[in-house]
């Protein structure tokens, strides 16, 4: 079932674990996240880059993953993620998505909230959950992430950007990057507590993919609700494309390529879900939503 962003993240907020928010192209990548995250009776947020919903992207991700979302019993949050533009916030909100990102963090504070709550003003009429980022999480790979540097959220400018803009939830910079990490990174966990306590709108990490096990349930324990996966799920499915470029036969069964790419993709997704300890949440998030 198709639920929003708010209610998603509200049980996760309540109980102390976080849903797994994972980008998806197109049908094989959706179908392999919706299937692996009802086996794992998990709640579990897809993910769409206004690029990759360019033309006939919005209706391909969009309508496919409304209707499967009926099919699968399971709480789903169809997410637009980092957007910078106010039209596609509306497309987003016209086709349907239940979350949409607006992603100011790249602006002065004053035109990041007014940007973010003329977001929320398209939005929540619709019922339509709005994602903010205050600070900013950088990154080297993502063609949305505009600048490589990251800058840590600031405790005492949560509390105002959340009132003045009313957002539902909010990505802050804790030490993590988009892409691949060119060195470990170390969370700044007491900065989460901090930013935690001036705020009860649920907190996301962008960023996920790479970040060591540890410190992503730390970041959980302390206040994430939100994780959002990425490159390692183009990873995951690289290793299996290779793994099906080694088959000897001049034309193999569509099963036989796209087969190895879902079986490395669905192992990601089960991990993932494990270390945010969302798998047997469905029924619970269901409940309150
Ligand atoms: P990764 O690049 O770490 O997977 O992060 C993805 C992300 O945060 C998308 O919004």
């Known amino acids: 079932m198709l639920v929003t962003l708010k209610d998603i993240l509200a049980d996760a907020r309540d109980n102390h674990y976080a849903v797994g928010a994972f980008n998806v192209i197109e049908n094989v990548m959706l179908r392999t996240v919706l299937e692996t995250a009802e086996a794992k009776e ?7 880059l206004a690029a990759d919903l360019e033309g006939a992207g919005w209706t391909y991700i969009a309508g496919l993953a409304k209707l499967a979302a009926e099919y699968h019993d399971i709480p789903i949050c169809l997410h637009l993620d980092h957007c910078y533009d106010l039209d596609v916030i509306a497309q987003a909100v016209e086709h349907g998505f239940t979350g949409v990102m607006y992603d100011g963090s790249s602006l002065p504070f004053d035109e990041n909230v007014n940007m973010t709550k003329a977001a929320v003003d398209i939005a929540h009429p619709h019922g339509v959950s709005v994602e903010a980022e205050l600070g900013h ?3 080297s790979d993502l063609a949305e992430t505009q600048h490589v540097e990251s800058v840590l959220t600031e405790p005492d400018e949560i509390t105002k950007f959340v009132e003045l803009t009313g957002v ?3 990505a802050v910079s804790i030490g993590t990057g988009h892409g691949v990490y060119r060195s470990e990174p170390t969370l ?3 900065r989460l507590v901090e930013l935690t306590q001036a705020t ?3 907190l996301v990490m962008h960023g996920g993919s790479g970040t060591p096990d540890d410190q992503v349930r730390n970041a959980v324990a302390n206040g994430i ?3 959002n996966v990425f ?4 990873i995951a499915m690289f290793r299996g494309l290779k793994e099906a470029a080694k088959i000897d036969r001049i034309d193999p069964l569509p099963e036989d390529q796209f087969g190895p790419i879902r079986s490395e993709l669905s192992a990601l997704i089960g991990e993932k879900i494990e270390l945010l300890s969302s798998d047997g949440r469905a029924a619970l998030t269901i409940a309150d939503a």
């Open 42 to 48: 998990a709640p579990v947020i897809v993910m769409g």
């Open 137 to 139: 999480v950088g990154g």
């Open 168 to 170: 539902d939830a909010l």
């Open 188 to 190: 700044n966990i007491e």
């Open 200 to 202: 009860d709108v649920p």
């Open 225 to 227: 609700t939100k994780v």
């Open 231 to 234: 490159t390692e799920e183009r």
